[in-house]
């Protein structure tokens, strides 16, 4: 599922491993796109920013829960 960084996102100002992606929520970034045409992998000590795009994996639910706190 694709999910916007907004400005009142939970992940925003965080890194990958802050935001609790996995830890929380049981889901993986398997790509971020900058602006750009192509996705990039997440380096850990990448901080979310505005306008990011996050590719997120996981059980539906769980994705669910994700995008409500974004």
């Keep these: 599922r694709q999910l916007v960084v ?3 996102s939970e992940f925003l100002g965080k890194t990958l491993v802050e935001s609790g992606i996995r830890s929380k929520y ?3 970034v398997v ?3 900058e602006g750009r045409e ?3 992998r997440v380096l850990p ?6 306008g990011d795009i ?3 994996v996981g059980e539906e639910e769980a994705l ?5 706190k974004n």
């Excluded at 000590?45 to 505005?50: M, N």
């Design 64 to 68: 669910d829960a994700i995008s409500q």
């Design 26 to 28: 049981g889901c993986m």
């Design 6 to 8: 907004g400005a009142g």
């Design 31 to 33: 790509g971020l796109e």
């Design 45 to 50: 000590q990448y901080v979310f920013q505005k």
């Design 38 to 40: 192509n996705l990039t």
């Design 54 to 56: 996050l590719w997120i």
